[in-house]
């Protein structure tokens, strides 16, 4: 079922490209050549993919426990502003400044998401609901503080007015990479993420915090009765899951992506799509290691599709039907499977009942 979707979700694809006015093959041609056509392809491919499998793997760990947290964009945001501060405001050197800058992206994004977790104790606001509107105050802050000089706005040279970013932060808080262009630069960055990955995934498969967190999200109830806390479980989990998400923010600051520098829109989705990644691996952290890849290889090879005639929205169109593709035939496997069971119960119960009828004649 899986593969019959993804084949007609490339032809969905196809048929909209085609009616564009595009040909389907030059635009595939173009995303293959753009995003694994070469060795700097492929460079530019992984950096994209990176962030990517970060927020994943913070949005397994949530979604796991059954908290579905939606707000990764602003958490991305929030933790690139905390990278770019202390980068640019700690007079230190070498591997302690990225360390450091790191650690207050993981701490800003945890607490940013763990508000929604407050708001939903405090006042019952629906976590969905809060950590998605979060975004958008995420959105306004960054604007705010790239836009007023004693914060983050980049220093004025002469009389003219600075651009709306940060000043470059300093070369010992960016990542470094492996490789020379235009060879394959592998991006410490992505190294990170796959140790963050595999940390995720043997902690939430053999630990009893994953087990408990596996119990939470199939029946918080039957997890309650057994002992677990399932509210300070939650927010744990909530809390994580934005730490991630502000961890693939200073990735961002700290690599080509993001030119080095906190900009409104340096995020670029990376946080939804990462969600997407997440979705689509249906939670599970070493699954989305391919996922993220494809993400990635869309975002690379989708900035020359536009070279073809073709819209670049395009891109974000393949990609819903890509996940739709992958989360629809499972999702319509368990409603069948249900029902069947259902069927079953009902049979077997409709059977003891003639059963005890005969039995009492």
Not at 81 to 88: F, G, P
Not at 125 to 140: D, E, G, K, P, R
Not at 192 to 202: D, E, F, H, K
Not at 219 to 232: C, I, K
Request: hydrophobic share 55%; glycine share 10%.
């Amino acid at each position: 079922m899986s593969a019959l979707a993804v084949v007609v979700a490339m032809a969905l694809s196809a048929l909209l490209i085609a009616t564009t006015g595009g040909s389907p093959l030059d635009s595939l041609n173009a995303i293959i050549q753009g995003s694994v056509g070469s060795p700097a392809a492929w460079t530019t491919t992984l950096l994209n993919a990176t962030p990517l499998l970060v927020v994943a793997a913070g949005a397994c760990i949530s979604s796991r426990s059954g908290i579905f947290n939606i707000g990764q964009e602003g958490q991305v945001l929030i933790g690139a502003m905390a990278a770019t501060a202390v980068s640019l405001r700690l007079a230190l050197v070498g591997p302690a400044l990225l360390v450091l800058g790191m650690f207050a992206a993981a701490v800003a994004g945890g607490v940013w998401a763990s508000l929604s977790a407050v708001m939903h104790r405090l006042r019952g606001v629906n976590i969905v609901v809060s950590t998605l509107l979060m975004t958008f105050v995420a959105q306004q802050l960054i604007s705010y503080a790239v836009n007023t000089p004693w914060l983050l706005q980049a220093t004025r040279i002469g009389s003219t007015a600075p651009p709306p970013e940060s000043n470059q932060i300093p070369v010992g808080a960016q990542l470094g990479s492996i490789g020379h262009y235009p060879q394959l630069q592998l991006n410490l960055g992505l190294f990170l993420a796959l140790v963050l990955t595999v940390v995720v995934a043997v902690a939430m498969a053999r630990t009893r915090w994953g087990f408990e967190l596996k119990m939470m999200g199939l029946n918080p109830l039957t997890a309650q009765h057994a002992g677990v806390r399932v509210s300070r479980l939650g927010a744990v989990a909530l809390g994580l899951s934005g730490a991630f998400a502000g961890i693939a923010g200073a990735v961002l600051i700290a690599s080509p992506v993001g030119n080095f520098r906190l900009q409104p829109g340096v995020s670029s989705n990376f946080g939804w799509d990462g969600l997407l990644v997440a979705l689509v691996a249906r939670n599970r952290p070493i699954v989305a290691v391919p996922f993220a890849v494809l993400f990635g290889i869309l975002r690379s090879g989708g900035n020359f599709v536009a070279a073809t005639g073709v819209p670049s929205f395009l891109v974000d169109v393949v990609k819903g039907l890509l996940v739709l593709a992958f989360v629809a035939p499972p999702a319509l496997a368990d409603m069948l499977q249900r029902r069947a069971a259902t069927a079953k119960a009902a049979r077997s119960a409709s059977t003891r009942s003639a059963d005890l009828e005969g039995v009492a004649a």
